[in-house]
């Protein structure tokens, strides 16, 4: 059973016995998260655009990210087609627009039209970006994992991971030199169903040297 005594100044709970509150807490706890916004296509040259909640950037030397799908969804089943993709940096004045590139729709609508949204040409992939990006990153699949529980169970969640293999910055973010992360703007989900959030106030802390 679940624990969540006053004594303790905290509320603990079991994930797979409930969480005994108005909504599921997992997705506002552990937020901000950077917004997976993957263009793909089939080998048909269907291009695909989606946002994916769950994204991160996992190394630096090769630089890797990755997103997962929950659903064998069409960006899974494209990238596996073609080993490619692309992340776009989802920002403030785009949020409309990548909204209603959530939408469900069949495979064949272009959500790059849907939404309104311009097509960039890749240099080292086939897939477009979108233009109106302030930075993208081209990739090449490494690998897709279907994730699996404690018990070994496979799960309807599919991890795919990639090689950023080109970057396109728009010039306007570039200030001597450094991205302007402020600038660019970009919005992340943080919380729960429609809760999203920007990046607010910066400031900088050195590591302590070795």
Request: charged share 20%.
């Amino acid at each position: 059973m679940s624990d969540s005594s006053s004594n303790s100044g905290t509320h603990f709970y079991h994930p797979d016995e409930g969480h005994q509150l108005r909504h599921d807490p997992f997705k506002a706890i552990v937020a901000p998260r950077v917004i997976g916004w993957i263009s793909s296509q089939d080998i048909n040259g269907h291009v695909n655009l989606a946002p994916y909640s769950f994204f991160g950037a996992f190394a630096t030397f090769p630089q890797i990210i990755g997103f997962s799908s929950e659903g064998y969804k069409d960006s899974i089943r494209n990238i596996e087609q073609t080993g490619e993709f692309v992340w776009n940096l989802s920002s403030r004045p785009l949020a409309e627009q990548m909204n209603q590139t959530s939408a469900p729709v069949p495979h064949e609508v272009d959500e790059f039209e849907l939404a309104g949204l311009t097509k960039a040409p890749g240099v080292n992939v086939a897939v477009p970006h979108v233009a109106q990006s302030p930075a993208a990153l081209e990739c090449k699949l490494l690998q897709i994992i279907r994730l699996k529980t404690l018990d070994g169970t496979p799960m309807n969640n599919w991890l795919a991971l990639g090689q950023v293999v080109g970057v396109h910055i728009r010039r306007e973010f570039l200030k001597d030199g450094i991205f302007d992360t402020a600038a660019a703007q970009p919005i992340m989900r943080a919380g729960y169903r429609g809760d999203y959030a920007g990046i607010g106030e910066m400031f900088e802390m050195i590591r302590p040297a070795s």
